[in-house]
């Protein structure tokens, strides 16, 4: 079946820094991903569609400036949380649809802290 | 705006008998559900998905029941085992986007 590979798998960055966040479809092309965030015990919330070659989408109330979405290639999107503070840290994690199975295949996701 | 809503944040069921857990949703445009098990510091993983065209659709020990009318639908989990602990979420789809609840962490009791 459809694999997305997400890395890195944790990260613990200082404030004021920024983190990237790969996710790769493994074995199928993926030409929209998403990107979510979840809070502990809440829902995963979409951020931003990423698509390949093009903008990427973004939710109400979510920052293109701070989350920066590239989706370079077919199988490749990357998030990068710019000048990250503590309130960023979270869990995000991607998810891809599998055009020919249909469905959405998601990263294992990143445990993001920020100290 | 929460458009899906899973009410029972948690559930706790005896090993072998039935988990049953419940999702509403409030747009009438999703035309394709999907419940997904969820392991701390892990992805979701797809469990089962329904059509809004059908009613039902069963896969080994999951059904899941959609009730157009009502918004609602169900995921039935039977018998349950203790690998079965996890939180679901229900997740629902129009065009391309998927809108999650906030999941139910299910417990099963040996």
């Known amino acids: 079946g459809a694999v997305v590979s997400q890395h890195p798998s944790w990260v613990i960055c200082k404030s004021g820094t920024s983190v990237k966040i790969e996710c790769r479809s493994l074995d199928f092309q993926a030409t929209t991903m998403f990107w979510y965030r979840q809070f502990p015990k809440q829902s995963l919330m979409l951020m931003a569609t990423s698509n390949e070659g093009s903008k990427a989408t973004y939710e109400q109330g979510v920052e293109k400036d701070k989350f920066l979405i590239n989706h370079a290639s077919l199988t490749l999107s990357t998030l990068t949380v710019t000048s990250a503070h503590p309130e960023d840290s979270s869990f995000y994690i991607c998810?891809?649809?599998?055009?020919?199975?249909?469905?959405?295949?998601f990263g294992s996701g990143t445990r993001l802290t920020v100290v | 705006d929460q458009q899906v809503k899973q009410n029972s944040p948690s559930l706790s069921v005896q090993e072998g008998r039935i988990s049953i857990l419940n999702c509403d949703y409030t747009n009438s445009m999703f035309d394709y559900f999907l419940w997904y098990k969820k392991y701390p510091a892990e992805g979701p993983t797809f469990l089962i998905s329904i059509s809004s065209i059908k009613d039902k659709n069963e896969d080994g020990r999951f059904t899941v029941f959609l009730n157009k009318s009502a918004k609602h639908l169900s995921l039935h989990i039977v018998p349950s085992q203790p690998g079965d602990s996890a939180v679901y979420f229900c997740a629902a789809s129009d065009d391309y986007k998927l809108s999650f609840g906030a999941g139910t962490t299910v417990t099963v009791r040996a």
């Open positions: 998810s891809a649809r599998d055009i020919r199975e249909g469905g959405y295949t």
